[in-house]
């Protein structure tokens, strides 16, 4: 209990505007599971095919860009708060509305993944700005920390309890024996609670950034490294969502399966992924990200290996430590850059959060373009089986690029410099 009591303390230690960004993280924790995994085993339930599930993906993708311009375009005459709010809500909306499709067309998928894509587009562009304002490189690794323990804790509770709902429909006749009433009721649940994140988000003072122009297309070129970066992870976001689900239900079984694999290590996950946040230092990033990057690699070479049900549960058990690692690293990393380069170029952050979203697009790009090329040309079960150790090998090249960045980081003056001493180094840089 005083353990306890002693983690309280410190998140109470922490600036009101990043509390408060944590607890509604912490509440739309319970959403991401389901628009990130039972989404894609809606798709494939009612379509049968996994070649859609990586289209209502990459449809999701094409929009988002788009979504991180109108969301410049709006910034500053609108709070950031307010936008992140509507993200919030706009992807509970979204949800409902692509499962009142009655027939999964290729067309109709791609109009429910852009809709989607540009509701969560907004999300995550003022998620990114407001915890870049709402904290600083001494507690990004705590930030993070807790937000990737709820976030493990969710996707372990999340699945289990709506596979189980799902089961229970068809196995009880619960609904008329109908899942996808059991998955329209989930529908309603979300939108529930994005709305009471969205209640709770308001309750914060965040600053807003002035109405200035943020598309531009030279940059330092550490924000370049920081791009080849974005383009590596984008590679694999895909595959990160959608995977599971997809060799769960190709490989293993039907929905409840999938809430029950999914929980399989996540408290061991989230307890590792709290105390890393608590306990690593600035500094030891590149070795987590390194450690992720590696588990996620393994994972999918003995998926491709095995490819049945044992190598399925070694892929998941490496991608949900892998997934909260790679996190953990690579967005306390993404806001140090920028927090050095606009003051080096004297933009606005915004332009590096948007501009960074072109870099994680184009791979998104590249490594589902891979999948649907081997799924159309070959198979869906070869896509699954041989796409995902290509993606996660060349991912590896990622630490290469992180340890650039990190020296690049360093001939900058920028472990914990003050304003004063970036603008000295700006010149020599």
């Avoid at 289209?55 to 709006?74: C, H, M, R």
């Avoid at 109709?108 to 915890?131: D, E, K, P, Y």
């Amino acid at each position: 209990m005083n353990h306890l009591r002693k983690e309280f303390d410190v998140f109470l230690q922490c600036p009101r505007s990043m509390q408060v960004l944590m607890v509604s993280n912490m509440m739309y924790a319970l959403v991401l599971p389901v628009i990130e995994v039972f989404v894609a085993a809606y798709v494939m339930r009612n379509s049968h095919a996994v070649a859609k599930v990586v289209t209502y993906q990459l449809s999701i993708y094409a929009a988002t860009p788009l979504a991180f311009y109108l969301n410049g375009k709006l910034l500053g005459r609108v709070g950031a708060k307010h936008l992140y709010a509507a993200g919030m809500l706009l992807s509970g909306v979204a949800m409902m509305l692509m499962m009142e499709l009655s027939i999964l067309t290729p067309v109709g998928v791609s109009i429910s993944g852009f809709t989607m894509g540009l509701a969560t587009g907004i999300f995550w562009a003022n998620r990114g700005f407001l915890a870049l304002t709402a904290t600083n490189d001494d507690n990004r690794n705590y930030f993070y920390g807790v937000e990737n323990f709820i976030a493990s804790l969710a996707g372990v509770a999340v699945p289990a309890l709506i596979g189980a709902f799902i089961s229970g429909t068809i196995l009880y006749g619960w609904l008329g024996g109908i899942a996808n009433r059991a998955y329209h009721i989930i529908a309603m649940v979300v939108f529930g609670l994005t709305i009471l994140a969205a209640g709770i988000l308001e309750r914060g003072n965040f600053r807003n950034p002035n109405h200035t122009r943020f598309v531009f297309f030279q940059f330092h070129r550490l924000w370049w490294r920081m791009l080849q970066l974005a383009l590596l992870k984008g590679l694999a976001q895909g595959y990160i969502v959608t995977a599971p689900a997809m060799l769960i239900m190709l490989l293993v079984g039907q929905e409840g399966t999938l809430g029950a694999t999914q929980a399989i290590g996540g408290v061991f996950s989230a307890c590792i992924m709290y105390m890393a946040g608590r306990i690593v230092a600035p500094k030891n990033r590149i070795i987590v990200f390194s450690a992720g990057l590696l588990l996620f690699f393994l994972g999918s070479v003995v998926n491709a290996l095995l490819f049945n049900e044992m190598g399925v549960l070694i892929f998941l058990g490496c991608l949900l430590l892998a997934k909260p690692l790679l996190d953990l690293a690579y967005y306390p990393i993404q806001l140090r850059v920028i927090d050095v380069v606009s003051r080096l170029e004297g933009r606005s952050e915004y332009a590096y959060i948007f501009n960074h979203e072109f870099g994680l697009f184009a791979g998104r790009c590249l490594g589902c373009g891979l999948f649907l090329g081997i799924a159309y040309g070959w198979s869906g079960k070869a896509a699954l089986k041989y796409a995902l150790p290509v993606i996660a090998l060349l991912q590896l090249l990622s630490i290469r690029v992180a340890g650039q960045i990190f020296r690049g980081l360093a001939a900058t003056g920028s472990s914990t410099s003050t304003i004063a001493s970036l603008a000295g180094n700006a010149m020599e840089a």
